[in-house]
Structures are given as C-alpha cells and as structure tokens.
C-alpha cells in the first residue's frame, strides 16, 4: 500500500549545500516522509536544489523567501521544516516571524533544533490559533518510555554495521541512506536504525535523536531500536547511522553508538580534503587512520571500508584519493554520491556470506553481480 507523502518546503537559508544545512540536504535528497517541493535559501533563489548539490537536476526550485514561493507553488505546502542545523540553541528573530508567517498559511511546522517550538508559548498559541501542529523531531520520550542498556543485543545474531565518520557534517547519512536502498534493491533485507533529527524526518522506522537524549540512556536507546528492528523486521543486516566523530572532543554520540548497537564492523566517511573539524576552526581534523585505531579500541571491531566525502575536491582528486587509500590502507573505498555503493556491498559480502546466501534466496532475479 502506498502512503501519501506531505508537501513540504524547506528553510535553510544561507547554508543549503553548507553544513549547517545538511538537514535540508538530507531531505531532498532522500525522503520516505515528505514530497519536497522547494527551498528557500535567498542566495540560491532561482537554481535547482539537486543541481546545486549533486549537479543533477530534480525539480526542487529554490526560493528567496517564503512569500515567493507561496506566490510561485500551485499549492501552499503541508509543511515548513526548519532544515538548518545551527550550534546555535535558538533561532534569531527573523527567523521566528517566519515560523509564525508559515502558520498562519496553514502549514506545520516540522522542527529538527534542541529548542523545542511546541514548548514556545507563542508558537503553540499560533499553532492553536491556526490548526496546525507542531513537531519537535529532537523532543525525546517521556522518561517512562526511555531505556538503559540491557545486553539483549547479544540476541542479534545478523550482521550490524554502524557508519561513522572522522568528523560532523561529513556524509555518514547519505552513505547510510544509500547503502541501504542499494542492499534492497539487490535482494537483502536491510534496515536502517537513525540516530539524528534528520534521518527521523526522512522516515526512519526505527530510531531516536540521541543528542537530545540524558546520557543515561544513549546506549540503550541504540541497543533498543537495533533490537526492534531486529525482532519485528526479520531483516538480513542492520545498519546504524553514526553521529559526529569518535574523536570529536565536543560530542560522545559516536561512543554512545559503538556500545549500544556493537556492531560487526564499521563503514568510515572521511573528507579528504578538510583541514578542520566543522564549526570547530581551531581544532585540526583527525587522520583516517587515528580514527580506525581508536574505533577498533573502543569496541573491538573492525573498520570494513571507507566512504569519502568529495568535498573540494575534482573528479581526478577524488580518484587518486580512491588509489592511495586502498593501496595505503588495504580496506575498499569509495565515493558513494558519485560511484554508487557497489565497494561497499562487495565488502559485506566477502565478510558475511550469509548475505550472499539471503540474496540468493530473496531475489528473483539472479544474485547481484559487483564489479569494480
């Protein structure tokens, strides 16, 4: 049965194919939830969304502000998701008269930030007012509904992979999102576990914010929705989207995600060509292999591949980068936006042969065939 996807129009001004937009990069690119049907980002206002972020184009306008595209949209969109993802707790003030304004036209508002619009008296007001809802994707569970770690991950007794990265912002979604339409549409069952504001809004089944989580209980939020998954989907591998860096001196997401989902290895997203941590100007990016090191003391399990991020660099670059990891490190690497995930699939099939047997079993049509 198919579900009817809501219209939605994304608010990311001055950062859409920036970092701190990579909510809203994440949502046109891929979204089970939501039919994007813009962007409003003013320095942008005129280009097309897929072409200014992969150079293929997908339809998606990008708007100067939210009156030109309610004036240039046959429709008023069914949501306004704020698609930036700031350090900053709140948003200016501007911003907040756009909230209101996006109300007031009868939209919901999806929201992806620690501070919570439905626990603002004058958003929740506005949205009474108006009819609409209010959707703080961060706000977590109720404390009775949360859990702390109970070891039942010992019962997942199929292939878990967590894909982690060197730093934040640096593509471990996308390659999570992409490997996991890849390994479906060969013939595996897999199934993705969020762990960010954005996979959540991009229709992850299973998963929770966990930065907005108490620390008490990141580790078994993760054990917790890798056990759901396992139990309720049957699949054939489960894959953790992981958060910031191992590294990261500001964050412990990444920690918190090693412990609670254990996993049988680990996909690494690098970007070769950045110098210093995102938002962090003073602090020098990690080398790939310090990072694979501290992985592998943290939980005992093994990096598997690389994925890159092609960030700055040219097509060549990408390439020689490709070469001189896999001839460095001995692991397969790739660019995933550009080489698609065959490495990556290759990989899980040459450690898990199990997988090679579902795919055989599940398809119909003949096993697929990697090359390269």
Same mark, same amino acid.
């Given at each position: ?122 958003? !929740?007001?506005? =949205?009474?007012?108006?009819? /609409?809802? &209010?959707?703080?994707?961060?706000? %977590? ?5 949360? $859990? ?98 191992? !590294?990261?001196? =500001?964050?412990?997401?990444? /920690?918190? &995600?090693?412990?609670?989902?254990? %996993? ?5 997203? $690098? ?102």
């Amino acid at each position: 049965m198919s579900i009817t996807k809501k219209t939605a129009l994304i608010y990311c001004e001055k950062q859409f194919g920036l970092m701190d937009g990579k909510t809203a990069a994440g949502l046109v690119r891929h979204s089970q939830t939501y039919n994007i049907v813009g962007v409003i980002d003013s320095s942008l206002a005129g280009k097309d969304a897929g072409e200014q972020l992969d150079n293929k184009k997908n339809n998606i306008p990008i708007f100067a502000n939210l009156k030109s595209a309610l004036d240039k949209l046959p429709n008023i969109p069914d949501c306004y998701i704020y698609g930036k993802a700031p350090l900053d707790a709140s948003i200016p003030i501007a911003e907040r008269v756009l909230v209101l304004e996006a109300m007031t036209k009868g939209m919901d508002i999806i929201n992806g930030l620690h501070e919570f619009f439905s626990e603002d008296p004058e958003f !929740s007001e506005m =949205a009474i007012r108006c009819g /609409v809802k &209010i959707q703080d994707i961060r706000k %977590p569970p109720k404390l009775e509904d949360l $859990h702390v770690f109970t070891g039942q991950i010992a019962k997942v007794n199929i292939p878990v992979i967590a894909v982690l990265g060197t730093d934040c912002a640096c593509g471990k979604m996308t390659t999570a999102v992409e490997l996991n339409k890849a390994l479906n549409n060969s013939g595996i069952k897999s199934v993705l576990v969020a762990t960010g504001q954005t996979g959540l809004m991009q229709g992850a089944t299973y998963g929770v914010s966990i930065d907005a989580l108490v620390s008490q209980f990141v580790v078994g939020e993760i054990e917790n929705a890798v056990v759901q998954a396992f139990e309720q989907e049957n699949p054939d591998i489960i894959l953790v989207e992981g958060q910031s860096a191992v !590294s990261h001196p =500001a964050f412990m997401s990444s /920690v918190g &995600i090693l412990k609670g989902c254990m %996993p049988d290895g680990v996909i690494l997203q $690098h970007p070769p060509s950045r110098k210093f941590r995102c938002d962090f100007p003073l602090l020098p990016m990690p080398s790939i292999v310090s990072e694979i090191r501290l992985i592998k003391a943290i939980c005992q399990t093994q990096v598997i591949a690389i994925a890159l991020s092609h960030e700055n660099l040219t097509d060549i670059e990408v390439l020689e980068t490709i070469k001189s990891y896999e001839d460095r490190l001995l692991l397969p690497t790739t660019d995933v936006l550009t080489y698609g995930c065959a490495k990556l699939i290759r990989a899980l099939y040459n450690l898990f042969p199990s997988l090679v047997r579902q795919n055989k079993q599940n398809s119909q049509m003949p096993p697929l065939l990697i090359k390269g």
